[in-house]
């Protein structure tokens, strides 16, 4: 049986932090989200206002021109802005996906070239692991790297990559000893030679985050270029993602609580029969269970990313755990909020079928929950 590890204590600095952050979501954030959904469009005002607030700093060390605040921090801003759109609290996830393996692995000179860049959010990065025929399984890769005296010749097609066509540059994963299946990880700024933006798709939710295949043909970067050790980026993307899931876990969270809030305050004022529909039993319980369960998703979530501030043995597959629990609770909650609205939950005037929509992805993306289960099932061994 495992040890039962410490518990977390919110400093008051990140509550209040929270608190700014909220109403900032709620006043500059919430009216926008509806249109950039319908029309699929990248925010550059959201981008830039998150910028201004020093938002985006979040999750970088003070050295590197952020906040210093840590992973409990930046998941409570990342939940705070999902409450009200998770397609702009994708914009701050993939500030710590695609600059996470500088943070981790990179060389200081890497360190000095990109980071500061990104925590001012001048820059934007993007985590280019994915392909077509390789999703779960990182193995199947097929983009290569092959070694030109003191530079790397990068060919191939990722897909699925968020910030497609957005990011000032990109992490590369490519297989560079095919028969040892082994990858390494690069940095491919945006404006080399070879690099374009390919199909970019039609998708059910966060529309407003660009998602697509760029392409690496031929594309040259130095040595200079690469994260950690050749040979070892798989090492790179797995450290990565098990931090980083946890920005997945808490939109989640940020969705079912935007969505309960929304069908409590709907609920009170909607009536029919003669009385508000939160005076009917059958709506009023599924109000308390949505609010359980997301308080229950939450208390996992904070838990799991305090165990990654302290580096504590077992947060690996706390990050899992969290993932999964607030992904399928998110879901769950938000299928609930639009019954709790009926009719008026199933179209776009109202913020609740967004909601729903936006949700689904949490269950995918950061590793799908399937994966996310055989890693927490291969640690109970
Ligand atoms: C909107 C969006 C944004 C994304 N952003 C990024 C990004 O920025 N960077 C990036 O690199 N990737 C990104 N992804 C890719 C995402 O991480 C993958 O979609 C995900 O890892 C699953 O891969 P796949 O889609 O190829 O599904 P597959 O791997 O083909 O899986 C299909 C189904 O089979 C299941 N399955 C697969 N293997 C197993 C197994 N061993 N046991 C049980 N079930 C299994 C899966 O859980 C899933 O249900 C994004 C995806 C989307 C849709």
Not at 282 to 299: H, P, Q, V, Y
Not at 320 to 335: E, G, N, Q
Request: with cysteine.
């Amino acid at each position: 049986m495992e040890a039962i590890s410490d518990v977390y204590t919110v400093p008051h600095e990140h509550l209040d932090l929270c608190a700014t952050i909220g109403q900032i979501a709620r006043e500059k954030i919430a009216p926008r989200s509806a249109e950039i959904d319908e029309r699929a469009e990248y925010p550059w005002d959201v981008r830039k206002l998150l910028a201004e607030q020093d938002i985006l700093g979040l999750p970088f060390p003070i050295e590197y021109g952020g906040t210093g605040t840590g992973t409990l921090m930046l998941n409570m801003a990342v939940e705070e802005i999902a409450k009200v759109d998770a397609s702009c609290a994708l914009i701050l996830m993939v500030q710590e996906l695609g600059t996470l393996p500088i943070q981790l692995f990179g060389s200081e000179e890497l360190k000095e070239r990109f980071l500061p860049r990104c925590a001012t959010g001048e820059w934007s990065p993007a985590f280019a692991l994915s392909e077509p025929e390789a999703g779960s399984d990182p193995g199947g890769m097929q983009t290569s790297a092959v070694k030109d005296g003191d530079e790397w010749v990068i060919t191939g097609t990722k897909n699925w990559i968020s910030n497609l066509g957005i990011a000032d540059f990109y992490i590369c994963f490519a297989v560079t000893d095919r028969e040892n299946r082994r990858m390494t990880a690069f940095v491919v700024e945006a404006d080399r030679q070879g690099f374009s933006v390919g199909k970019l798709e039609h998708k059910l939710g966060i529309r407003a985050s660009p998602t697509g295949q760029p392409v690496f043909d031929g594309v040259r970067v130095p040595d200079a270029n690469v994260i950690g050790e050749v040979g070892k980026g798989l090492s790179v993307a797995l450290a990565t993602l098990e931090r980083t899931r946890l920005g997945a876990a808490a939109q989640a969270v940020g969705i079912a609580q935007g969505a309960t809030d929304y069908a409590v305050a709907y609920a009170r004022e909607r009536r029919q029969f003669g009385k508000p529909i939160n005076e009917f039993q059958g709506i009023s319980f599924k109000l308390a269970d949505m609010e359980i369960r997301t308080a229950a998703a939450r208390e996992l979530l904070y838990k799991a990313c305090a165990m990654a501030d302290r580096g504590e043995p077992g947060r690996g597959k706390y990050s899992s755990m969290a993932k999964v629990f607030c992904s399928d609770t998110a879901m769950a909650v938000t299928v609930e909020a639009v019954q709790v609205l009926g009719g008026y939950g199933y179209v776009k005037e109202y913020p609740l079928e967004r909601m729903m929509r936006d949700a689904k992805i949490t269950q995918i993306y950061e590793g799908t929950n399937e994966i996310q289960r055989l890693v927490i099932s291969r640690a109970l061994k």
